[in-house]
């Protein structure tokens, strides 16, 4: 165990014990009197932090492919967009080898140096002295833009990024669109994704600036008697996610996520993927007026179980070609204009790793609510962009409204310590990279 972990452990130790001790302290007096609430009988006050063993989890940076993407979906997400200032190779090269520096410390967690008090502090302090990995994931993609503007580095763009373009039920806000850089963070709270941010912004004021962000959250549920999952809600209040594909599954993975680097895709795209964002506002009050016969069919599933129509478990495979004509599931049904469970369509499946966002009202007395869909695949026009265009004129179209977001390319994973993300790309336009770390 090294001394970061050792630092983080006791942190959490010690204050697991001072939590506890006081309640011990307290429980036998507390005992005899009806009605005292949990909380009192511990000893917490109201301004106490709560207590998570949960803050200790944590993913490992290096790797061939970068986490966030397969790495199971923890409570809270944020995607943020940048402007990248840097345009020359040794200013790229800076700015990846920043991010990688400071993505890896801050998914491992430790206690940053203490420096004199006439400057600025190592860290921003608001998870305190020591930096808990909390399930920290944080996911680097380059958007179109990075590769447009840069000469040097246009002919090594990959082959089906693009701009983001309106779909028919779009009204896409441009302040909230694109993007040369997005950085996709998630862990167990919000002020771990928060804190993550103001890291890279505090560590990268030259090299890039951000333009917008998005948070989300995914509801936590209580553990399962028969210890199976289950897909979280979304605010239509549906699951979203019970067709997913198996992350676990490498072989899946390897055809649906991973770029292989080979074909018509340059050498050093090799283990990317093909990051969509799309911010998409929902019509809550609209949807909360709609009947439950009319949301379910329009979905194609059963609201309490997410089951489709016709099954159980929301894990049941629908069988279309037994209902050609709609009459169990209807055609324009969500699910099955998405996936109608052909051969064909096993080409266009996509692995979603969406968030829940609420973001106050809207100036005209409306919830400002939606969901954060991200996505990753292999191939961006066989994945979300077909399935896109096959759900345009859906009957959903009437409740949601997407309103920014953008494509972009995932880079590879740092294979090692000595490794950065980017390099391979750096290397392909034929920048050598220096020996040193910055």
Same mark, same amino acid.
């Given at each position: %165990?090294?001394?970061?972990?050792?630092?983080?452990?006791?942190?959490?130790?010690?204050?697991?014990?001072?939590?506890?001790?006081? !309640?011990?302290?307290?429980?036998?007096?507390?005992?005899? =009197?009806?009605?005292?609430?949990?909380?009192?009988?511990?000893?917490?006050? =109201?301004?106490?932090?709560?207590?998570?063993?949960?803050?200790? $989890?944590?993913?490992?940076?290096? !790797?061939?492919?970068?986490?966030?993407?397969?790495?199971?979906?923890?409570?809270?997400?944020?995607?943020?967009?940048?402007?990248?200032?840097?345009?020359?190779?040794? $200013?790229?090269?800076?700015?990846?080898?920043?991010?990688?520096?400071?993505?890896?410390?801050? %998914?491992?967690?430790?206690?940053?140096?203490? /420096?004199?008090?006439?400057?600025?502090?190592? &860290?921003?302090?608001? /998870?305190?002295?020591?930096?808990?990995?909390?399930?920290?994931? %944080?996911?680097?993609?380059?958007?179109?833009? #990075?590769?447009?503007?840069?000469?040097?580095?246009?002919?090594?763009?990959?082959?089906?990024?693009?701009? %983001?373009?309106?779909?028919?039920?779009?009204?896409?806000?441009?302040?909230?669109?694109?993007?040369?850089?997005?950085?996709?963070?998630?862990?167990?709270?919000?002020?771990?994704?928060?804190?993550?941010?103001?890291?890279?912004?505090?560590? /990268?004021?030259?090299?890039?600036? /951000?333009?917008?962000?998005?948070?989300?959250?995914?509801? =936590?549920?209580?553990?399962?008697?028969?210890?199976?999952?289950?897909?979280?809600?979304? #605010?239509?209040?549906?699951? +979203?996610?019970?067709?997913?594909?198996?992350?676990?599954?490498?072989?899946?993975? *390897?055809?649906?996520?991973?770029?292989?680097?080979?074909?018509?895709?340059?050498?050093?795209?090799?283990?990317?993927?093909?990051? =969509?964002?799309?911010?998409?506002?929902?019509?809550?009050?609209?949807?909360?007026?709609?009947?439950?016969?009319?949301?379910?069919?329009?979905?194609?599933?059963?609201?309490?179980?997410?089951?489709?129509?016709?099954?159980?478990?929301?894990?049941?495979?629908?069988?279309?070609?037994?209902?050609?004509?709609?009459?169990?599931?209807?055609? &324009?049904?969500?699910?099955?204009?998405?996936?109608?469970?052909?051969?064909?369509?096993?080409?266009?499946?996509?692995?979603?790793?969406?968030?829940?966002?609420?973001?106050?009202?809207?100036?005209?007395?409306?919830?400002?609510?939606?969901?954060?869909?991200?996505?990753?695949?292999?191939?961006?026009?066989?994945?979300?962009?077909?399935?896109?265009?096959?759900?345009?004129?859906?009957?959903?179209? $009437?409740?949601?409204?997407?309103?920014?977001? !953008?494509?972009? #390319?995932?880079?590879?994973?740092?294979?090692? +310590?000595?490794?950065?993300?980017?390099?391979?790309?750096? *290397?392909?336009?034929?920048?050598?990279?220096?020996?040193?770390?910055?």
């Amino acid at each position: %165990m090294t001394a970061d972990n050792k630092d983080t452990k006791a942190f959490i130790t010690n204050r697991r014990n001072l939590l506890f001790g006081v !309640g011990a302290a307290g429980g036998a007096l507390a005992a005899g =009197v009806a009605g005292v609430q949990a909380a009192e009988s511990h000893g917490e006050q =109201v301004t106490d932090a709560p207590v998570s063993d949960k803050m200790l $989890e944590q993913q490992p940076f290096n !790797g061939r492919r970068q986490s966030g993407i397969v790495t199971p979906r923890p409570a809270a997400g944020m995607v943020a967009s940048f402007r990248v200032l840097a345009n020359k190779p040794e $200013e790229v090269e800076r700015l990846f080898r920043t991010l990688s520096t400071r993505i890896a410390f801050l %998914m491992k967690g430790g206690t940053p140096p203490a /420096l004199d008090d006439k400057l600025p502090p190592a &860290d921003n302090g608001i /998870l305190g002295p020591v930096v808990l990995p909390d399930n920290l994931t %944080m996911t680097v993609s380059l958007g179109a833009s #990075f590769f447009d503007q840069r000469d040097w580095l246009l002919q090594h763009k990959p082959v089906r990024l693009s701009r %983001m373009k309106a779909f028919t039920n779009d009204a896409l806000d441009q302040s909230l669109c694109h993007g040369d850089l997005s950085l996709q963070i998630s862990s167990n709270t919000p002020d771990t994704n928060i804190h993550a941010l103001r890291d890279i912004l505090k560590n /990268l004021p030259d090299l890039m600036v /951000l333009r917008w962000k998005q948070e989300g959250s995914v509801p =936590v549920l209580p553990r399962s008697p028969d210890g199976t999952h289950q897909s979280a809600r979304n #605010f239509l209040g549906f699951r +979203d996610g019970s067709a997913n594909p198996d992350a676990g599954n490498d072989e899946l993975m *390897e055809r649906i996520v991973w770029v292989q680097g080979s074909g018509d895709e340059p050498a050093w795209t090799r283990d990317g993927s093909y990051q =969509v964002i799309r911010i998409i506002r929902n019509f809550v009050e609209r949807w909360d007026r709609t009947p439950l016969g009319e949301q379910e069919r329009i979905i194609g599933r059963l609201k309490p179980s997410g089951a489709p129509f016709g099954g159980r478990t929301e894990t049941e495979v629908p069988d279309y070609t037994k209902d050609a004509e709609g009459t169990v599931t209807p055609l &324009d049904a969500h699910i099955r204009l998405a996936n109608n469970r052909t051969k064909a369509s096993d080409a266009n499946l996509i692995l979603r790793r969406p968030f829940n966002y609420s973001n106050g009202v809207s100036k005209s007395g409306q919830l400002e609510q939606g969901l954060l869909f991200i996505c990753y695949q292999a191939d961006l026009d066989k994945g979300f962009v077909a399935v896109q265009t096959k759900l345009n004129g859906e009957p959903l179209e $009437e409740y949601i409204k997407p309103i920014g977001g !953008g494509f972009f #390319f995932t880079l590879p994973g740092a294979i090692d +310590d000595n490794d950065f993300l980017g390099r391979t790309l750096l *290397e392909a336009a034929g920048h050598t990279p220096t020996n040193n770390k910055s």
